[in-house]
């Protein structure tokens, strides 16, 4: 059989084209083998970081306190474990029943006093008014307190106000007054503290000490007032029948017209409160 030249051409055309092909498709079978076989490359530790199994990857709601944002935890309170009991001197009327005014003694004395007044408040009020205000001083500071009254006219005996901090078993009890004296020339601040034999418990003598050092001496700085110094008292129904640290803080005479005029003051009560928290804050920690 005869081709012709023309014929001869295009036969080898379409073989040239199925050798290629042919060629290719053995080509991609073994690309794909060897691809199938190879071992996946190993990941970078960031990679494995950001794609991490839902099996084995704690979610971060779940990681412990503290741990979401490591070196940034909340810093502790400074005074957080303490207790501190204040006691608002006082009340709207007096209780004119009768306690004993120790443990260790059959001497009686009124429940409670009226307590002074000024011009512009009376004692009563102007304890509580500040008591509350140190209370929110001392909570901010991380302390536990707790008040003998928190309302105008609660009435509370110096027994049961001495019980309240002995029940919470206070660090310190600091107890709030303002004086009073028929020399409306006399101003300035005092802190009384317990003293003599009639105290229940003896033991607190010296921490009450020096707690009421270190508080003065904070009012003092904070108030630019007359500082009267330290007073030890005996006679004290609160103080005999304390069994924590207590402290009195006389913070002004309201028969002292210029006492009395910044007693009433908001910016002054501040100071106080300023004076005291800074005060027992550095006892408590020892400062």
């Given amino acids: 059989m005869k081709y012709s030249k023309v014929k001869l051409t295009a036969l080898a055309a ?3 084209v199925a050798a290629v092909s042919a060629g290719c498709m053995l ?6 083998r060897t691809a199938q076989e190879s071992p ?3 990941q970078s530790a960031e990679a494995a970081q950001s794609t991490g199994s839902p099996e084995t990857e704690t979610p971060r709601s779940e990681l412990p306190e503290g741990e979401l944002n490591p070196g940034h935890a909340e810093p502790k309170s400074e005074l957080e474990g303490f207790t501190v009991c204040i006691d608002p001197g006082h009340a709207s009327s007096a209780m004119t029943g009768q306690e004993k005014t120790s443990p ?3 001497e009686t004395k009124m429940q409670c006093t009226g307590g002074t007044a000024g011009d512009y408040q009376t004692e009563a009020e102007l304890n509580l008014t500040v ?3 140190l209370r929110d001083r001392l909570t901010e500071l991380g302390a536990d307190v707790v008040l003998t009254r928190s309302d105008a006219d609660e009435r509370v005996s110096n027994i049961q106000r001495a019980q309240v901090a002995n ?20 101003r300035g601040i005092s802190m009384l503290v317990p003293s003599g034999s009639l105290l229940g418990t003896p033991e607190i003598v010296r921490p009450s000490a020096e707690a009421g050092r270190t ?9 630019g007032a007359q500082d009267r110094g330290v007073v030890e008292r005996s006679d004290l129904t609160g103080f005999n029948w304390s069994e924590v640290p207590c402290i009195l803080i006389e913070m002004g005479f309201m028969s002292n017209p210029e006492d009395d005029k910044l007693l ?11 004076g005291m928290a800074e005060g027992i804050r550095r006892w408590l920690l020892q400062e």
């Fill in 14 to 16: 379409v073989l040239s």
């Fill in 27 to 32: 080509y991609l079978h073994q690309h794909s």
């Fill in 104 to 106: 260790l003694s059959n």
């Fill in 131 to 133: 008591g509350l205000m």
């Fill in 40 to 42: 996946a490359p190993p």
């Fill in 215 to 223: 508080v003065l001496d904070c009012v003092i700085e904070a108030t």
């Fill in 264 to 274: 009433a003051s908001a910016e002054y009560q501040e100071k106080l409160c300023s």
């Fill in 167 to 186: 029940e919470a078993q206070a660090d310190l009890c600091i107890r709030l007054h303002a004086d009073g004296s028929e020399n409306s020339s006399i």
